[in-house]
DNA sequence: TTCAATACTGAACACTTTGTTCGGCAATAT
DNA sequence: ATATTGCCGAACAAAGTGTTCAGTATTGAA
């Protein structure tokens, strides 16, 4: 790939970042995108076509390679995340999340949440779904699958937020405990 | 309050609600309701500063009611919503959800959700601090008390996300197991 | 080094949406 | 009957979106 257009799509995503981390998604403007991406109009537009697929690309770049990456241990700091040791996987994430490489942590707290957990949600659900035996003799007979699927999806998206929405006081060791409780 | 008034606000209303059960929240403009609503641009600003405080209004007049009501039962039909018995509080609210008075299940399913859950989420919450003690019993003693609640609130919601996203095939009874179970 | 391909620039453009203003008209309460 | 209040509707400025295009600069490969 051309090199302007890596340097190009670099910026736009560190300053969109740097807005998310400000201001919510829908108050953002292309406007302001670039004028601190420092690039052109046109430009903007050359990489994406709307400031909707610009948040689902910078998405897919954090997460995808964070889901990938996260069932199995590493110890080397590749691509977004660094991983210095295994425990469970969701112990893994929340650690990950405390460690708060790039400005994750900034994006998942604040007004601009929802699209972005939307995305979230989606990687979380994958990884549910292959750990799905951790869970499998808590599960109340009962309950559908697909049901206790979403339920322990949405129990760790939510512990997540409320962990952060207190600061990330409690260590991850903690917060997983809790999760594991919960669900 | 002026008949004109009264008449105008549910015009805005009615033409917002026919909106949002088809397309999500910021996809809709003033110069659409307006339209729909047959009234005046002048008119529309005039009931409200803008159209978050619309959706606001909106959310408050159609949930405040249903969960002042909700602590206890009612057999008559007033406001919002019809009961016509009386189980646990939640069993209470998935036969609302069911008996969808108004079109409360539109705007609870589609693409609008996220904004109007906020609202919502709010409700049941107090809703749950109010019934903490059907949770009491339940919980591991190592989770703090506001992780608790917060833990059954969001259960409560995303319980009723699922159901509707899969076309509320369930009766609220079992639901509600569903519910209980899982928590 | 040369050069064709490709990416960026920046300004202008049409279009949509927002929220305001105001003179005139109609409904309302008393 | 009348003063008050709400509605109309058209016009307006301001801001944002997404496109276009001619000109310039970088790049990767021969």
């Not at 069932?71 to 040791?85: H, L």
Request: net charge neutral; proline share 3%.
């Amino acid at each position: 790939m051309d090199r302007r257009q890596k340097k190009t799509r670099e910026c736009i995503f560190k300053a969109f970042t740097n807005l998310l981390s400000k201001k919510s998604f829908d108050k953002i403007t292309v406007g302001e995108i670039i004028e601190i991406a420092d690039i052109g109009r046109a430009t903007f537009y050359a990489h994406f076509p709307t400031k909707d697929f610009l948040l689902k690309d910078l998405c897919e770049e954090l997460f995808l390679h964070l889901f990938d990456t996260e069932v199995k241990p590493c110890n080397d700091k590749k691509g977004v995340f660094y991983c210095d040791d295994y425990g469970s996987v969701f112990l893994h994430l929340f650690k990950h999340i405390k460690h708060n490489d790039n400005n994750l942590l900034k994006l998942l707290s604040g007004e601009n949440n929802e699209l972005f957990f939307r995305y979230f949600k989606d990687g979380v659900k994958m990884l549910v779904e292959k750990h799905i035996l951790d869970f499998r003799d808590k599960k109340p007979s009962i309950l559908p699958n697909d049901f206790w699927i979403n339920h322990i999806t949405s129990t760790f998206i939510e512990t997540l937020k409320w962990w952060i929405d207190k600061g990330l006081t409690e260590s991850p060791e903690v917060i997983n405990e809790y999760f594991f409780s919960a669900v």
